[in-house]
């Protein structure tokens, strides 16, 4: 299979002794790799509140400023992540945008190995998430995460109130 091939010949992916793979996409090959994982990340579209529809994520995706991740199984593709580089003045961090998928106790750790460590080869301090409440079961307890802040969207419009 194509897609198999451009994994293994181009993607920066940390080899495990399972059969479940995590790897980054190359921006060249999100145009292949984006049908078989835009319906992974159209929930979580929806919890932008009108931010980013999914051609948005697309055209981040392939401009190379938002990073895409794969985790296939088998030739199955069970979820699909999108990250930023964030430069703040005094850090630089990872930034987690965008998850779907399923099975996520089965990828998480993996996923989050990769992570570290394509954060450390970019010179970050840190990865960031912005998310759901539930994210601090799966992430925050099981990973010595710190909740920093909280982030809130005040209506401006009557209508939006």
Not at 67 to 85: C, D, G, P, R, S
Request: charged share 25%; glycine share 4%.
């Amino acid at each position: 299979m194509q897609v198999n091939r451009l994994i293994k010949e181009n993607i920066n992916t940390e080899l495990y002794d399972s059969e479940l793979k995590v790897s980054m996409v190359l921006p060249e090959h999100i145009s292949i790799f984006w049908p078989k994982v835009r319906d992974l990340l159209k929930k979580s579209v929806k919890f932008t509140y009108g931010r980013y529809t999914l051609d948005d994520i697309y055209d981040v995706l392939v401009s190379g400023e938002y990073q895409l991740w794969v985790v296939y199984e088998k030739n199955e593709f069970i979820a699909a992540l999108a990250t930023t580089i964030t430069q703040y003045p005094q850090r630089k961090c990872v930034c987690i945008h965008f998850i779907g998928g399923t099975e996520l106790s089965k990828w998480k750790d993996k996923f989050l190995f990769n992570l570290r460590k394509f954060a450390r080869d970019m010179k970050c301090d840190g990865i960031e998430a912005t998310g759901r409440p539930g994210w601090i079961k799966h992430i925050v307890n099981q990973n010595k995460a710190k909740v920093r802040f909280v982030t809130f969207d005040l209506p401006i419009h009557e209508e939006n109130a």
